[in-house]
């Protein structure tokens, strides 16, 4: 079960959204100067990027790679070429980078965002307009 905890302050937002070892925590954004659906908002975006794991990606990729190499070993005489066991292991180990590779790059994707985020949240918070 998630447990929920409030952050008041820009400084508590920054400090506690960039911790990795609290996955299970939520973020319930209470900082003073948002209104209460630009709250949700915003609290919405930020547990999402911190909850990223980089499945999405990952298995975007992982499809991508299985068809790219069966398009590639039909284009090229089928499997008869490196044989059909080498062509397997050649297959299955293509897919299985292109699914590493896409959970990293999802992960620095979802990173990279919750700093936009962050950055927003702070550019919003500075510019001194007050949300009714």
Same mark, same amino acid.
């Given at each position: ?8 302050? #820009? ?8 911790? %990795? ?7 319930? +954004? ?8 630009? %709250? ?8 999402? @990027?911190? %909850? ?25 005489? *089928?499997?008869?070429? #490196? ?9 299955? *180990? ?11 790059? *999802?992960? +620095? @994707? ?7 985020? +962050?950055?927003?949240? %702070? ?10």
């Amino acid at each position: 079960m998630d447990s929920s905890l409030p952050i008041r302050s #820009l400084a508590e937002l920054e400090t506690f959204a960039l911790r %990795r070892r609290t996955k299970n925590v939520k973020i319930d +954004l209470q900082v003073p100067g948002l209104a209460i659906g630009e %709250r949700s908002y915003w609290t919405m975006r930020l547990n999402q @990027y911190r %909850r990223a794991c980089g499945c999405e990606v990952g298995s975007v990729a992982c499809v991508l790679a299985l068809v790219g190499f069966i398009l590639f070993v039909l284009l090229h005489n *089928g499997p008869n070429t #490196l044989g059909l066991l080498s062509c397997l292991f050649l297959g299955f *180990g293509i897919v299985i980078a292109a699914g590493v590779l896409g959970k990293a790059l *999802g992960l +620095l @994707y979802a990173r990279y965002r919750l700093s936009a985020t +962050l950055s927003a949240i %702070r550019k919003r918070l500075n510019s001194g307009t007050v949300a009714s």
